[in-house]
């Protein structure tokens, strides 16, 4: 089961952080992902990382302005979201691919003033 927390409204410049809990015990073994889905879009890569979390890759919308990270002992995923735009408005959805692949229910990034 994985569970995203942190989305809210923000201004255009400000940050947010989004958490991702999993349950069980394959978290510190499995792929991690970050979507993104706006209304009548496609649902998108935002972030990726590998199992130990030396590999990283990001959409170039957000490279240099997004960092994912996570917490094996925390079975934690993270993503740090700095000077964020009105384009950057979704809903994001955690995602983990280890034997099967699971989504989080998603949680709702607004960038307004």
């Known amino acids: 089961q994985l569970q995203a927390f942190g989305g809210g409204l923000v201004q255009p410049g400000g940050s947010l952080r989004l958490s991702c809990e999993a349950s069980?015990?394959?978290?510190?073994?499995?792929?991690m992902a970050w979507y993104r889905q706006a209304p009548g879009k496609q649902r998108e890569l935002v972030a990726a990382?590998?199992?130990?979390?030396?590999?990283?890759n990001y959409a170039d919308s957000v490279k240099g302005r997004f960092t994912i990270s996570r917490d094996n002992g925390k079975n934690t995923m993270y993503l740090q979201m700095n000077s964020l735009k009105p384009e950057d408005t979704a809903v994001y959805y955690c995602?983990?691919?280890?034997?099967?692949?699971?989504w989080g229910q998603g949680t709702q990034v607004t960038v307004s003033s």
């Open positions: 995602f983990l691919r280890q034997g099967g692949s699971y």
């Open positions: 069980g015990s394959v978290f510190s073994i499995a792929f």
């Open positions: 990382i590998s199992a130990g979390g030396g590999v990283r």
